[in-house]
């Protein structure tokens, strides 16, 4: 059964910072890894879709690598901004359409 | 071009009513699910559907119900409700070729 885990639940950072968002999965046959982010009461926000026979993708000062032999990806954000303040999750999607697969997600807080 | 709408916003309800949560696309998406969202937790899948007439349990069905009578239309219907159903959810939908997922604004509901 899949598992998927974020590291750290939480995390205050200053301003300019340049930052690392964990997410660890157990099962590797994956189709693809999504990270989101969800601002205090709102829905979800596409930020980046990895697909399994990727190894990143970038937008703007945002980075997502995926390692799927090790069950793991990244979510990095450079020169982070208050405004990057919201939770971030990802979710792994499964080799089927109803296999997905969210985590907790990570907290983040960017203080000015 | 809406994308995904959910009503209403926000409810309350008394233990042993039942209610129907609306969610509609445009974007002509075959797949269609839905989540809840407990505080500080992930997404879990409640139920989806690959097109109009075909529906399935997800990872927490119980004291739900779903029908799926055209492409647009994803209704969650919640019978007897009880305090365990007070949740925030959130309705998402997945093109053909399982690129990005999007989501509804979300329902945040409460029961007492």
């Known amino acids: 059964k899949q598992e998927v885990t974020q590291i750290p639940a939480a995390l205050s950072v200053p301003e300019g910072e340049n930052l690392v968002l964990n997410c660890s999965f157990t099962d590797s046959a994956i189709y693809n890894l999504q990270w989101f982010r969800q601002d205090p009461g709102k829905g979800l926000t596409s930020l980046l879709l990895?697909?399994?026979?990727?190894r990143e993708q970038t937008s703007g000062r945002l980075n997502a690598s995926l390692d799927k032999s090790s069950g793991r990806s990244t979510l990095y954000i450079a020169a982070s901004q208050p405004g990057d303040s919201a939770t971030y999750l990802c979710?792994?999607?499964?080799?089927?359409?109803?296999?997905?697969?969210f985590g907790p997600g990570t907290s983040l807080s960017v203080i000015p | 071009n809406a994308g995904v709408t959910q009503t209403p916003k926000f409810r309350i309800l008394k233990i042993g009513q039942s209610m129907t949560l609306q969610c509609t696309q445009d974007m002509n998406h075959n797949y269609m699910y839905w989540y809840r969202q407990d505080p500080g937790m992930g997404l879990k899948l409640i139920y989806y559907s690959v097109g109009a007439g075909i529906t399935d349990k997800g990872e927490v069905p119980n004291g739900y119900n779903v029908s799926r009578s055209t492409t647009e239309d994803f209704p969650l219907r919640l019978e007897l409700a009880a305090p365990s159903q007070t949740s925030v959810y959130f309705c998402a939908t997945l093109p053909t070729g399982f690129y990005e997922q999007y989501f509804g604004p979300g329902t945040r509901l409460t029961v007492t």
């Open positions: 990895i697909q399994s026979s990727q």
């Open positions: 979710a792994v999607r499964g080799t089927s359409y109803d296999k997905v697969i």
